[in-house]
């Protein structure tokens, strides 16, 4: 999986470490650790899905905690896997060739290794078939968002997540700003009643165009979608739910629920060349939660266009941008956040510091719950239809082909709604 950059060329998630980042040298973390726990026994991580935010996963891992070190490496493709051991190896991994895994089977191989705990991070698509494995085969897992493309995938996520805690294992998400210390503190206060009650919201994700792979002659349909994956529904969810995910779980963390209902538009204006598959570029969708309150939600990639990543709520006493601080109605500053360590990193410390003071962490239900709130805005969408929670949770819609190997598959038209 490439890392995802915007059109100037700054990573997704150069982009998203902020304040964060640059306070981090200097800063606490959120979290106490205790000496047993730093002096535990070392950790093996074994990474699925070897491209850009794999790596950059396999060094947060690294960097989080001492004595964890990557030792597997998985991926559809041997370029990837081989990139990725050169890099890793480079920065204090220890991935011999022989736990070197390549093709559609690949992550069924490193999990019968020793490894404790795997990072998933192939196109989405491919998370809840491979969540599934990880737990039966006793592993913890950190896990890239979204965790699945439709509602099909999204109740296997639920199942698996139950018997993950059934088992004891420990799973965290990549949706960091849980684990970012502004928004931890920020949204807080506002569950603590600081800006009385909510009574409305909006969440976007905004920028400019990402990264593509132009297809090769000798690459079949299959492997050019796959490297190419942003782009096929199957694969990514579209951006609404590759992306926006990030923006929509805040609004799910700060509600302490999720939406009940979708009514969305979209549609494919600027970035229609058949090189960008059939997903949309921008999408607008009204989410109601319950009490009658609304969140207006927007993403859009689109070059030339003004960039926003945020979220923002309103309540009876004050507003909050769920991150920086909190004013009252006539925006007069309340409180201010601090800053803390690369939310990154700091996913990855608390992963780990649950597993070795037994303390259980288990994300499966939050993720999967904002993955599904992503789906059910797409398909409104897509559809022109007002879409209900209660419709995606009996949903029969599968995306992926229950068999994916190499070989021809038509890239579906793209949605009309009302068709």
């Known amino acids: 999986m490439s890392r995802l950059e915007s059109s100037n060329g700054v990573s997704r998630r150069e982009f998203l470490k902020g304040a964060a980042a640059t306070t981090a040298a200097v800063a606490t973390f959120h979290i106490i650790r205790s000496a047993s726990a730093q002096e535990a026994k070392p950790l093996k991580v074994g990474l699925i899905g070897c491209g850009g935010r794999g790596v950059g996963s396999a060094r947060d891992a690294m960097r989080a905690a001492p004595n964890v070190k990557v030792v597997a490496l998985a991926d559809l493709f041997q370029d990837r896997v081989m990139g990725a051991r050169e890099a890793l190896n480079r920065e204090g991994a220890d991935i011999p060739e022989s736990r070197c895994f390549v093709g559609f089977d690949a992550y069924k191989k490193l999990l019968e290794t020793d490894v404790d705990i795997v990072s998933l991070c192939t196109p989405p698509g491919f998370r809840p078939q491979h969540f599934e494995a990880a737990i039966n085969a006793g592993k913890h897992v950190f896990m890239e968002k979204p965790v699945a493309v439709d509602p099909v995938g999204c109740r296997r996520m639920f199942a698996a997540g139950k018997k993950a805690d059934e088992k004891k294992l420990c799973v965290v998400a990549g949706t960091q700003r849980r684990h970012q210390k502004n928004y931890i503190d920020t949204i807080r206060r506002i569950k603590e009643g600081a800006i009385g009650q ?43 739910v590759e992306q926006h995910v990030h923006n929509l779980d805040v609004i799910n963390w700060v509600m302490g629920t999720h939406p009940i209902r979708a009514f969305g538009m979209g549609g494919r204006q600027k970035r229609t060349d058949p090189q960008f598959g059939h997903i949309y570029d921008h999408f607008a969708v009204d989410y109601e939660y319950p009490g009658n309150v609304h969140m207006m939600s927007m993403c859009r990639q689109q070059n030339g266009t003004d960039g926003n990543v945020s979220e923002f709520v309103v309540g009876t006493k004050g507003m909050s941008d769920c991150a920086s601080g909190i004013w009252d109605l006539s925006g007069n500053s309340i409180w201010r956040s601090t800053g803390g360590r690369n939310p990154y990193e700091q996913e990855w410390a608390d992963l780990i510091e649950a597993i070795r003071t037994g303390k259980h962490i288990n994300e499966t239900q939050a993720v999967t719950e904002s993955t599904l709130t992503a789906i059910m805005g797409r398909i409104s969408a897509y559809t022109g239809k007002v879409v209900t929670w209660d419709q995606m949770m009996q949903s029969n819609l599968s995306l992926v082909p229950e068999e994916v190997k190499f070989g021809p598959m038509p890239v579906p038209p793209v949605a009309i709604p009302g068709q």
């Open 198 to 240: 909510i009574t409305s919201a909006r969440a976007y994700w905004c920028q400019g165009e990402l990264w593509s792979v132009p297809r090769r002659p000798e690459w079949s349909d299959v492997e050019w979608q796959i490297r190419n994956w942003l782009y096929f529904t199957w694969l990514s969810g579209d951006h609404i």
